[in-house]
């Protein structure tokens, strides 16, 4: 059974710096596409940073230059490095995988199974 659960979220100070996690359970990351989405309240989920079976990574525009990407296929772990934070990335962030392939990295829709996510606030 698939699992994906995140962790690494919190309060922060804008221009502070976050590492999300995401352990992943019952698959092989090395197999799927994973993802980071986020929401807020009120507002559609919004793709921020993904990763291929094979390392190709896509971001938001948004969060280019201030995110990055990256997977431990050895511990099926999925990080989201988050620097120079500001109060407009605060949202719940979601972790998703996709076995082989997606046809847009950063479309929610894609993506066959979800986290429960974990809550970034960044205070002005």
């Known amino acids: 059974q698939v699992h994906l659960v995140e962790s690494g979220g919190g309060s922060v100070q804008a221009g502070g710096s976050l590492r999300l996690s995401c352990a992943a359970s019952?698959?092989?990351?090395?197999?799927?596409?994973m993802g980071w989405f986020r929401q807020v309240p009120g507002k559609e989920r919004e793709g921020v940073a993904a990763?291929?079976?094979?390392?190709?990574?896509s971001y938001a525009e948004s969060v280019k230059g201030r995110f990055s990407i990256s997977k431990d296929n050895a511990k099926n772990t999925l990080y989201l490095q988050m620097n120079s934070l500001n109060p407009e990335d605060t949202a719940m962030y979601y972790c998703?995988?996709?076995?082989?392939?997606?046809?847009?990295?950063?479309?929610?829709?894609?993506?066959?199974?979800w986290g429960q996510g974990t809550q970034v606030t960044v205070s002005s």
């Open positions: 990763i291929d079976r094979f390392g190709r990574t």
């Open positions: 019952g698959f092989d990351s090395s197999r799927y596409c």
């Open positions: 998703a995988a996709r076995f082989w392939v997606v046809r847009d990295a950063l479309r929610d829709s894609d993506y066959t199974y």
